[in-house]
């Protein structure tokens, strides 16, 4: 008799706890909150360029733009932040075309060291200017190829951990190096990255918080396979962007019975895609699990302003009010418009305004409701066969091309 099945048993939420506190060991992006800073802060300061350009692609760059995004409207910051990240050719040059490359510092990231799309930038960017040890730094792994160039340079090498995937580095040096040369205070970064650990670790509120969800989601992953991020303010895109291949890279895995996983994300931002989204949730399948996100102080405020528009009159009652407050009563009414229902799977998180601590908060938080869903679906969250496969073929590809 010979027996194959492709369901787990349930496990239980101490279970799940006692595994990620052993992961501890031997993931290393959950000890990055108690790392010393003053390796990146000394060389900040010795930065003269103006302009910081992150030379990168997936989790090289997201995380960091994800956090200037939010953040650079809100900041009187000494330094310009620039992201090559993609080999459309229209995007490198309308990007290169508008800085001054004698005045950059270019930031070179690649755990590998052998990433195509960033060497090919790199490449390009050598063909205009000279980089060298007085205007480029490598961010890598300590044994990589990119590493060996940079010792044959003499260029400044920050090293990421091998331990450290790309998803979850931004609290490495990949994020920390760049956002403290803009004049971002990264000790405020991981003060909010901090606080959640503590609080998931001493079995607070974050820890009732991330076991529930995480179980639903898996729990229910059949019914509700699509988990969509609400996010209420633009300066939030970045984030969406980030989720999104957090999500989906660590998440769509093959189980240990050999069943395929996964749990599709999507980032929308309102309350723009109210007008589009918002009507498939409401009305659409019941696939989906919406989690919106509100900010609580935009530390902004702009009003609108009463200006009398003949034949709007009965839209008076928008005189005065500030679009703080109209975004978020459009959060509001979204939200209660899916309560309403009573069948669309909802919750929100309040972030309590446009501060460091805030953003670092929700994204190390993301990162542990990660780990913690790919516990439950018996996958490993760090690795990405699926996508290494589509590198080597594509490295064949070029290889054979120019043969």
């Given at each position: 008799?010979?027996?194959?099945?492709?369901?787990?048993?349930?496990?239980?939420?101490?279970?799940?706890?006692?595994?990620?506190?052993?992961?501890?060991?031997?993931?290393?992006?959950?000890?990055?909150?108690?790392?010393?800073?003053?390796?990146?802060?000394?060389?900040?300061?010795?930065?003269?360029?103006?302009?910081?350009?992150?030379?990168?692609?997936?989790?090289?760059?997201?995380?960091?733009?994800?956090?200037?995004?939010?953040?650079?409207?809100?900041?009187?910051?000494?330094?310009?932040?620039?992201?090559?990240?993609?080999?459309?050719?229209?995007?490198?040059?309308?990007k290169v075309d508008n800085i001054n490359l004698d005045d950059t510092?270019?930031?070179?990231?690649?755990?590998?060291?052998?990433?195509?799309?960033?060497?090919?930038?790199?490449?390009?960017?050598?063909?205009?200017?000279?980089?060298?040890?007085?205007?480029?730094?490598?961010?890598?792994?300590?044994?990589?190829?990119?590493?060996k160039y940079a010792q044959v340079n003499n260029i400044k090498i920050?090293?990421?951990?091998?331990?450290?995937?790309?998803?979850?580095?931004?609290?490495?040096?990949?994020?920390?190096?760049?956002?403290?040369?803009?004049?971002?205070?990264?000790?405020?970064?991981?003060?909010?990255?901090?606080?959640?650990?503590?609080?998931?670790?001493?079995?607070?509120?974050?820890?009732?918080?991330?076991?529930?969800?995480?179980?639903?989601?898996?729990?229910?992953?059949?019914?509700?396979?699509?988990?969509?991020?609400?996010?209420?303010?633009?300066?939030?895109?970045?984030?969406?962007?980030?989720?999104?291949?957090?999500?989906?890279?660590?998440?769509?895995?093959?189980?240990?019975?050999?069943?395929?996983?996964?749990?599709?994300?999507?980032?929308?931002?309102?309350?723009?895609?109210?007008?589009?989204?918002?009507?498939?949730?409401?009305?659409?399948?019941?696939?989906?699990?919406?989690?919106?996100?509100?900010?609580?102080?935009?530390?902004?405020?702009?009003?609108?302003?009463?200006?009398?528009?003949?034949?709007?009159?009965?839209?008076?009652?928008?005189?005065?009010?500030?679009?703080?407050?109209?975004?978020?009563?459009?959060?509001?009414?979204?939200?209660?418009?899916?309560?309403?229902?009573?069948?669309?799977?909802?919750?929100?998180?309040?972030?309590?305004?446009?501060?460091?601590?805030?953003?670092?908060?929700?994204?190390?938080?993301?990162?542990?409701?990660?780990?913690?869903?790919?516990?439950?679906?018996?996958?490993?969250?760090?690795?990405?066969?699926?996508?290494?496969?589509?590198?080597?073929?594509?490295?064949?590809?070029?290889?054979?091309?120019?043969?």
């Amino acid at each position: 008799m010979t027996y194959k099945h492709n369901f787990n048993p349930s496990i239980s939420d101490e279970d799940v706890f006692n595994e990620i506190k052993k992961e501890k060991d031997s993931i290393g992006y959950y000890n990055l909150v108690h790392q010393d800073t003053s390796i990146f802060k000394k060389y900040a300061k010795d930065v003269k360029q103006t302009n910081i350009v992150v030379i990168g692609i997936g989790g090289s760059t997201l995380g960091t733009y994800a956090i200037y995004k939010f953040l650079k409207h809100s900041k009187t910051l000494s330094k310009k932040l620039y992201f090559l990240e993609t080999t459309d050719p229209v995007d490198i040059k309308s990007k290169v075309d508008n800085i001054n490359l004698d005045d950059t510092l270019f930031i070179v990231i690649s755990k590998s060291g052998t990433t195509i799309e960033t060497i090919a930038i790199f490449k390009y960017i050598n063909s205009l200017i000279k980089c060298d040890k007085l205007n480029t730094i490598i961010i890598t792994e300590n044994d990589s190829k990119l590493n060996k160039y940079a010792q044959v340079n003499n260029i400044k090498i920050f090293e990421i951990q091998k331990n450290i995937g790309g998803r979850f580095s931004v609290f490495s040096a990949v994020g920390l190096l760049p956002l403290t040369i803009v004049g971002i205070d990264i000790d405020k970064i991981l003060d909010g990255a901090r606080d959640i650990y503590n609080s998931f670790f001493n079995k607070e509120q974050t820890y009732d918080r991330i076991l529930k969800k995480a179980r639903f989601f898996v729990e229910y992953k059949n019914s509700f396979n699509i988990n969509v991020v609400f996010s209420y303010s633009s300066r939030l895109e970045g984030f969406n962007k980030w989720y999104i291949q957090l999500w989906g890279e660590s998440l769509g895995k093959i189980d240990i019975n050999k069943t395929r996983q996964g749990l599709t994300p999507v980032g929308i931002i309102g309350p723009i895609d109210q007008h589009s989204f918002l009507q498939l949730i409401i009305e659409g399948r019941r696939d989906k699990t919406v989690t919106v996100i509100k900010v609580d102080d935009f530390d902004n405020n702009l009003k609108i302003p009463a200006v009398k528009l003949e034949g709007l009159e009965e839209l008076d009652y928008l005189d005065n009010l500030e679009f703080s407050s109209l975004i978020k009563s459009q959060a509001d009414a979204t939200i209660e418009s899916i309560n309403n229902l009573n069948d669309i799977p909802c919750d929100v998180i309040t972030m309590d305004g446009v501060r460091e601590k805030s953003c670092a908060s929700l994204m190390y938080e993301y990162e542990l409701l990660t780990s913690v869903c790919a516990k439950f679906m018996y996958i490993d969250a760090y690795d990405q066969p699926g996508v290494e496969a589509g590198k080597i073929i594509l490295k064949n590809k070029l290889k054979s091309d120019k043969q």
